[in-house]
């Protein structure tokens, strides 16, 4: 079992900066784990992921280039640097992390075991 709490969203104006931050507690050996976001009467959109190991990570299209996910796996946290914030990345953010012998797409948010509560993220035009 893995518990996840998120911290940093907040209201910043486009072109700023945010950075998220993911308190992991529990079994996070070998996992994935990552940033999904999501609005209203629209279904979960992936952001980024990284595995256990150095250099594995991954990003939706949108946020290429513009966000940064790092992982330190001795202290459980997995922060999400947001640079160049956009309008349309106003969201709910959720960290999540997927048990160790879970396959599947990273992409999927179907394929995620753990879940946090969420932080909203607004960015103002």
């Known amino acids: 079992q893995v518990q996840l709490v998120e911290s940093g969203g907040g209201l910043v104006q486009a072109g700023g900066s945010l950075r998220l931050s993911c308190a992991a507690s529990?079994?996070?050996?070998?996992?994935?784990m990552g940033w999904f976001r999501q609005t209203p009467g629209k279904e979960r959109e992936f952001v980024a992921a990284?595995?256990?190991?150095?250099?594995?990570?991954s990003y939706g299209d949108s946020v290429k280039g513009r966000f940064t996910i790092t992982r330190d796996n001795a202290k459980g946290t997995v922060d999400l640097q947001m640079n160049s914030l956009k309008p349309e990345d106003t969201a709910v953010y959720y960290c999540?992390?997927?048990?160790?012998?879970?396959?599947?797409?990273?992409?999927?948010?179907?394929?995620?075991?753990?879940w946090g509560q969420g932080t909203q993220v607004t960015v103002s035009s």
């Open positions: 999540t992390a997927r048990a160790v012998l879970t396959t599947g797409s990273i992409n999927d948010p179907a394929r995620y075991d753990f």
């Open positions: 990284k595995g256990w190991s150095f250099g594995t990570a």
């Open positions: 529990g079994r996070t050996f070998g996992t994935v």
